[in-house]
């Protein structure tokens, strides 16, 4: 009953940077943490980014960390995922999922998610 729609992706180049958003309809968000995954060509989906209800938890992959920020707006129905300082191994489609859990290890892995969007493809370009 969940829906999430992204948007923002697009092609650019290393070092630009893009924000990609996502709009739920659930009118209970703010009860939802959120995350974002990609999935590379060739490579597994993977983690890269997640927030907790209010907003006051974030836990980031290594390999975004410094360079992505996660954020919501509860008003809105919306999180973000701003992304800077962009490399070419960040090209893939970007998924936003919705779980109402909390701990470390259910909200950065594909399982703890029950509600996916379609996915925004990114390509940066070197």
């Known amino acids: 009953q969940v829906q999430l729609v992204e948007s923002g992706g697009g092609l650019v180049q290393a070092g630009d940077s893009l924000r990609l958003s996502c709009a739920a309809s659930a009118r209970t968000f703010s009860f939802y943490s959120m995350g974002w995954f990609r999935r590379a060509p060739g490579k597994e989906r993977e983690f890269a980014a997640a927030?907790?209800?209010?907003?006051?938890?974030?836990y980031y992959a290594d390999s975004v960390k410094g360079r992505f920020t996660i954020s919501r707006d509860n008003a809105k129905n919306t999180v973000y995922l701003q992304m800077n300082s962009l490399k070419p191994e960040d090209t893939a489609d970007y998924y936003c999922a919705a779980t109402r859990a909390w701990t470390r290890v259910v909200v950065t892995t594909t399982t703890g998610y029950d509600y996916w969007g379609q996915g925004t493809q990114v390509t940066v370009s070197s």
């Open positions: 927030i907790s209800w209010s907003g006051g938890s974030t």
